[in-house]
């Protein structure tokens, strides 16, 4: 049974953009969706029905364009990916990077990531989440909206089978440390590694187009990859 909405954060981790939909990428929305999407629902997804390949799930909160979700199903025929994203034009983006792809292994999400993993993420689903170049909120009153926080941290390791990895990445390096902070107060994580660079060592991910413009301001790439902790 589906554990209720316990974890559920009144102030959201984002704000909705009104990015203005290219006639491709509406299309996309039309006709891909009912390929490739999974409406929200307060029903637990059953994840062996919507894949038909028996792999390992991982999903990706907040993936941007696409691009290298995509990038990521294509290198890794064997598991299967779900993506989450708020703003309609990266979401049709996406879908038309996986039609071009010729993927079956992707499925996306548009609603709040909290949510959807609350209601929809069944519990010891996952292998792995990651979460790249999520907001920084840089300022020191909207620190509260940032999506790294204690019941977001609950929150996945209930959705992470034994041994499973959230990895992060981010630019910022305030937000690292805010970062490193967080974690090493929660028990349901240890770091299995970590790594701070000059983008030339992404830690087991492709490079992303918030990576590159990073790099272009002079920042430096800080990399995670967090275990669930056994119970």
Not at 6 to 13: E, L, N, V, W
Not at 46 to 56: A, E, W
Not at 201 to 227: A, M, N, V, Y
Request: hydrophobic share 30%; glycine share 8%.
């Amino acid at each position: 049974m589906q554990e209720q909405n316990t974890h559920k954060r009144s102030i959201r981790s984002f704000v909705k953009r009104s990015g203005r939909l290219t006639p491709s990428q509406q299309k996309a929305l039309l006709e891909l969706w009912p390929v490739y999407g999974i409406d929200y629902s307060g029903v637990a997804l059953d994840l062996q029905g919507v894949f038909t390949n028996p792999g390992s799930v991982v999903l990706e909160i907040g993936f941007g364009n696409g691009e290298t979700l995509v990038q990521q199903a294509v290198e890794s025929p064997e598991k299967n990916f779900i993506g989450i994203e708020v703003h309609e034009p990266g979401v049709g983006h996406c879908l038309l990077k996986a039609r071009e792809a010729g993927i079956g292994n992707l499925r996306l999400l548009a609603h709040d990531a909290l949510e959807v993993l609350s209601q929809q993420i069944p519990l010891a689903s996952l292998s792995r989440v990651n979460l790249y170049f999520p907001d920084p909120w840089p300022k020191k009153r909207h620190h509260k909206r940032r999506i790294v926080q204690q019941d977001f941290l609950d929150l996945i390791a209930e959705r992470l089978e034994t041994g499973g990895t959230l990895n992060i990445a981010t630019d910022w390096t305030p937000y690292a440390e805010y970062i490193d902070e967080t974690v090493s107060r929660s028990s349901r994580f240890t770091c299995n590694e970590s790594r701070e660079h000059d983008g030339d060592q992404p830690l087991d991910r492709p490079r992303t187009k918030f990576e590159q413009r990073g790099l272009k301001k002079g920042h430096r790439i800080h990399d995670w990859c967090f275990r669930r902790s056994t119970d």
